[in-house]
């Protein structure tokens, strides 16, 4: 595509430091970023690189904690360090638009949807209210959403976490802006919506001429995305390169480790013969409150130390199933039994021992540690509640967890949330399911919000506690990589139902159920024309209309 070269974004010699013990230490080195009218920049590195400070600060804005020290951000000729904030706000929502890795965060819970996408086209006068809600349709349409018509009259909490992040991609880009800032849009989507949700991506960036800042982990997707490539390590710039130049001849030893990370892959178990599941879903079926069935006669089982993962795409059924398994969900057909023995549907009818077998560790660990609690407490309440620790036997206790996780006690226990990295606190995530000394965990999405170095790091992590103490994972997630890496059993769901299960070897080798056909087919290569061609092969003829593009129900590859 041919594409204007005027500079929109400029960034010169950018230095932001952050406030730590009392003192102002750097956080961004010096980097420089040139941004023309509708071009892609993808920002790429480790989590703690500076990716998302460097795309905040493209808006003239320094997260809490943090200030810019020197260097200039110029958009479209104003300098955002010595513009007044009245100027900056004027941008921020209209020429200037932010897309959030967690959503679930974003949103305003007592809001519905379609009323706070159409929030800034009428603060900025662009729209009247009937105007913005049918662009928001549109959008929603675009972006394969269900029912584009009606999605946006509901609540945050009524809609899937991949759906809320496709509807805040929207509402970014309700006023047509000149640059987005994408900060891991498409962590929280499974491989099949993350292709539509891209090909829309490009269309409006493309359709608009608007250019966008690209972060993310995942080196497959930026290929797709971005027309270059910056690699940042600790606040530097390790190197820029065209994205083809970057993937077929990165020049930097670093970038090449993240070129080669996810060497972890585990021996497959094998089931016991003649065991007793630890878990078994047995026939659940299960609605919400005045809502349609979610999940029907779903049936699998999961052994001592073992690892079933269970992907499908988002509202498929995956996290509604752990929370029937959890009790957070009554079933309302079917039985979910313990060793054999029948588990109380709701987790208020269980004993303490009964809650303490099964535990969760949570996809967003920003949402799930409370961040006004030291990290003392987040993991020493539940060695409390199940064990009846207290003064120095819990702090030991505590120590213990710290260590399992290979964090140091003395530097961490005294820390509140906020001063870890998300790796970090993951793992804390981790230590308070395990200060409950279960034996199944509920794995939902736990690396999907890292990036690629530190997701090794937990797999790796997680493999070894599974070793250690005998436990048996129930991993929920759309990463087929992850599935490769630490699974012994795969499910699939779809629209609620299991449509195939079996071996980990099984499951990756053809023939496949059409549906997991087309999850494998969906897995983004390290080939920036992959997405093109995918989308030519699905019958769409040019990136145009890749946004408007739908997936044929009666298309053999899915029906089924």
Known sequence: MTKRKEVLLEIKDLEIQGYSDETWVDIIK???????RGEVLGLIGESGAGKSTIGAAAMGYA?????????????DGMELTTASESEKRALRGHR?????????ASFNPSHKLIDQYSEAPLQYRLKKRIEAQEDAMELYEKLRLPNPQEIGFRYPHQ?????????????????????????????????????????????IVDEYNTAAIYITH?????????DTIKVLLKGEEVEEATTKEMLDNPKEDYTKSLWAVRSFKRDQKERPKNATPLISVQGVDASYTGGAKV??????????????AVVGESGSGKSTTARVITGLLPPSKGEVLFKGEPFPPDYRNRTKDQLRQ??????????????????????????????GLSGAALKNRVDELLDLIELEPSQYYNRYPSELSGGQKQRIGIARALAAEPTFIVCDEVTSALDQLVAEGILRLLDRLQKELNLAYMFITHDLATVRSIADEVVVMQHGKVVEQGPKTEMFTPPHHPYTD????????????????????????NVGDAATAQIDPNDPKIAG
């Open 30 to 36: 010096g980097v420089d970023l040139t941004l023309h």
């Open 96 to 104: 200037i638009a932010y897309v959030a890795q967690s959503a679930a």
């Open 218 to 226: 995942d080196l497959a997707v930026v290929a797709q995305m971005a």
């Open 159 to 203: 809609v899937s976490g991949g759906q809320l992040q496709r509807a805040m991609t929207a509402m970014a880009m309700s006023c047509k802006p000149d640059l987005i800032i994408f900060d891991e849009p498409t962590t929280a989507l499974d491989v099949t919506t993350q292709i539509e949700v891209l090909a829309a991506i490009r269309d």
């Open 518 to 541: 087309l999850l494998l087919s969906s897995v983004p290569e390290m080939d920036p024309e992959w997405l093109t061609t995918l989308l030519e092969e699905r019958g769409v003829d």
């Open 63 to 75: 997260r809490d904690g943090t200030r810019i020290s020197n260097g200039s951000i110029e958009f």
């Open 295 to 308: 999940l029907d006669n779903v049936s699998f089982d999961v052994y001592e130390g073992m690892t079933v």
């Open 358 to 387: 099964c535990q969760m560790i949570y996809q967003m660990a920003d949402t799930a540690l409370n961040p006004k609690v030291k990290i003392r407490e987040i993991i020493g309440r539940p060695a409390q509640f199940y064990s």
